[in-house]
Nanobody
Framework: QVQLVESGGGLVQAGGSLRLSCAAS????????MGWFRQAPGKEREFVAR????????YYADSVKGRFTISRDNAKNTVYLQMNSLKPEDTAVYYC??????????????????WGQGTQVTVSS
C-alpha cells in the first residue's frame, strides 16, 4: 500500500514557476515508477510526465517538454515536478501516481495503482 500526498500548487502568473512535491508513505517507494497527471475543468485527466523507479528513464508529454522537469529522491520518498515558463493552459489539478508494473509505459491513467488527492495549479495571464 502506498499513500501519496501532493503539495506545492498555487496561483502564479504566466511565465512563472512552481515546484510540486509528492510525498509517499511506505518502505517500497523506491520500487515504484511515478507519474504526474493533470486534469483541467471539463477535460479528461492527461499524462504530464513519468519517471522510472531508478530515475533512469523519464518521459514527458509534448505539451510540457522543455518546460517541466520530473525528478525523484528515493531517500526522501518524494517525487518532484519543476514547472517553468508556465502558461494559462497549464491550469489544472495536478496528481501524482505510482505503479509497480515493469511492463507498463506509464503514460495512461489505468496503468497506475495509487493516486494522490491532487493539488491545484492556476496560471493567470
Amino acid at each position: 500500500q502506498v499513500q501519496l500526498v501532493e503539495s506545492g500548487g498555487g496561483l502564479v502568473q504566466a511565465g512563472g514557476s512552481l515546484r510540486l512535491s509528492c510525498a509517499a508513505s511506505g518502505r517500497t517507494f523506491w520500487s515504484y515508477a511515478m507519474g504526474w497527471f493533470r486534469q483541467a475543468p471539463g477535460k479528461e485527466r492527461e499524462f504530464v510526465a513519468r519517471i522510472s523507479w531508478s530515475g533512469g528513464s523519464i518521459y514527458y508529454a509534448d505539451s510540457v517538454k522543455g518546460r517541466f522537469t520530473i525528478s525523484r529522491d528515493n531517500a526522501k520518498n518524494t517525487v518532484y515536478l519543476q514547472m517553468n515558463s508556465l502558461k494559462p493552459e497549464d491550469t489544472a489539478v495536478y496528481y501524482c501516481a505510482a505503479h509497480s508494473s515493469s511492463q507498463a509505459m506509464g503514460l495512461m491513467t489505468y496503468e497506475y495503482d495509487y493516486w494522490g488527492q491532487g493539488t491545484q495549479v492556476t496560471v493567470s495571464s
